[in-house]
């Protein structure tokens, strides 16, 4: 589970509530009709202007949104590769492939795949720059689909409004629709502004920071390959796989690996 996600919805939702009852009736702010207008045209919109699997990515997304994300242990990939380049450098690029089976990350199995395969290394980095891009390319579509949700819900509140403003101008003579019809005119307005800033715009960036982690994952996964194809020293390896993390990260490296060393020699 997602706690931030989590927290920021449920403490978002209870503070709306609370400051409703604080001022009123909380009952007064549930309208089934509204609701039908706002989310039910949002959605709709949605899937006139993108793809099924666009909008079902996307909505799929909206789910694991409060689902734990995927970690990504940069450390422990960068490790892996600079004992990956070892092995290559001492025993050849051969010795490999029997530990292919061992690498737990489909993606670098693959790239070290085409190094033992002595595949040339301009095609293996199209291949996998392909790859990267591709991922890339779907992240941002699913990103502008919870973009484009979060723009419309507030105009379907919109209508709403001029759905209720019609209903109430069409039946002045009748008191008793005048309260239903401004009812339904306010709580669309209000139900669209909540949900693209408490839900689907906060959705949006949620996937385009999981989307982050996942392409810097990847494209230290592809460089590291590249960089072993080429024969790189494995310290010239470490030193320009550490130049993606920020400085932190990078002194945490060196000094666990310092440690490593110091244990091995002793």
């Known amino acids: 589970m997602d706690n931030n996600t989590l927290i920021g919805t449920i403490a978002g939702a209870l503070l709306i509530i609370v400051g409703i009852k604080l001022t009123g009736d909380l009952g007064i702010f549930i309208s089934i009709s509204s609701m039908f207008i706002v989310f039910g045209g949002g959605l709709s919109a949605m899937v006139v ?121 069409g039946n002045l003579d009748d008191p008793s629709s005048i309260g239903p019809n401004m009812a339904v005119a306010l709580i669309t307005t209000f139900y669209g502004a909540v949900a693209a800033n408490l839900l689907f715009i906060p959705y949006g960036k949620k996937m385009e920071e999981r ?34 993390l920020n400085e932190k990260a990078r002194v945490t490296f060196n000094e666990l690996h310092l440690s490593e060393e110091l244990g091995q020699g002793g």
């Open 49 to 169: 202007a993108y793809s099924y699997d666009t909008v079902r990515n996307a909505l799929t997304m909206i789910k694991t949104a409060y689902l734990a994300p995927r970690e990504f242990n940069y450390m422990k990939l960068i490790s892996s590769i600079l004992m990956t380049a070892d092995v290559a450098r001492k025993e050849g690029i051969l010795a490999l492939d029997s530990r292919i089976a061992e690498v737990e990350e489909p993606f670098m199995a693959r790239g070290l795949q085409m190094v033992i395969d002595g595949v040339d290394i301009k095609v293996i980095e199209d291949i996998l720059d392909t790859e990267l891009d591709s991922r890339a390319n779907r992240h941002t579509d699913v990103k502008a689909a919870l973009d484009f949700l979060a723009s419309v819900i507030p105009a379907f509140g919109m209508i709403g409004t001029i759905i209720g403003l019609v209903g109430l101008l």
């Open 211 to 244: 989307s982050k982690a996942e392409q810097l994952y990847g494209e230290i996964i592809a460089r590291g390959c590249l960089f072993i194809a080429a024969g790189v020293h494995p310290r010239i390896i470490q030193e320009r796989l550490l130049a993606f």
